[in-house]
């Protein structure tokens, strides 16, 4: 097979999407880990908004996480990381494209701005109402959508300080998805940074 490189960085939350996904898929790959702090400029000419991760393969670049991990479901199509029904397919898609609804307050939270607790609260009120309904994002299977989210928990959880007391569907996915060797190598991540 040909190599996968990974542009990453340990802190970087979209990078984790990506690096959860290739240790879902058992796909070996190499890793260029950059100081986010000190971008080098070669990063800017692999991805002109000059962010990460950018997967690189025999030459060919593809930046945006989202983007690189459904690339990954359908050129490493097992195990699926997508349910197989349609309709299941584009509940993930939406999650993951809504995504931005819990971020914008999660970044927010992070800055101190006023109201973003309650706002963030209200992300979180809204995964965990999914969450009571299956015991992943989208359904029986853990997948994609279960990717795109959990960088920001664990980090909201770990960096944050935000209670998950009155979550108790998301606290169980969260144990439900820390039995995964692929999560486990995130916490590993995140306890370093
Ligand atoms: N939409 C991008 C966002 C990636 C992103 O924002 N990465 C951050 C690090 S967590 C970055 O490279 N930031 C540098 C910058 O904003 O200039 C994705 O999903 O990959």
Not at 115 to 125: H, K, N, R
Not at 131 to 149: H, K, Q, V
Not at 171 to 186: H, M
Request: hydrophobic share 50%.
């Amino acid at each position: 097979m040909q190599a996968l490189r990974l542009i990453d960085a340990p802190r970087c939350p979209y990078c984790a999407r990506v690096r959860i996904a290739l240790a879902e898929k058992g796909i070996p790959y190499e890793t260029v880990v950059i100081d986010l702090a000190d971008r080098p400029a070669w990063v800017f000419e692999l991805n002109p908004i000059g962010k990460v991760p950018v997967l690189e393969r025999e030459g060919w670049v593809l930046p945006e996480s989202a983007v690189i991990n459904e690339y990954l479901e359908e050129a490493f199509p097992e195990p699926a990381l997508l349910p197989t029904v349609a309709t299941q397919r584009a509940n993930a898609r939406l999650l993951i494209f809504r995504h931005d609804d819990f971020t914008g307050p999660y970044y927010a939270l992070r800055r101190k701005e006023a109201g973003a607790e309650v706002a963030f609260a209200g992300e979180l009120e809204a995964l965990d109402a999914i969450l009571g309904l299956a015991p992943y994002l989208t359904g029986s299977a853990f997948g994609l959508a279960d990717i795109a989210y959990v960088p920001w928990v664990l980090r909201a959880r770990d960096f944050l300080g935000v209670s998950f007391e009155p979550y108790p569907a998301l606290v169980d996915w969260l144990a439900r998805l820390a039995e995964r060797p692929s999560i486990r190598a995130e916490l590993e991540v995140i306890a370093a940074l």
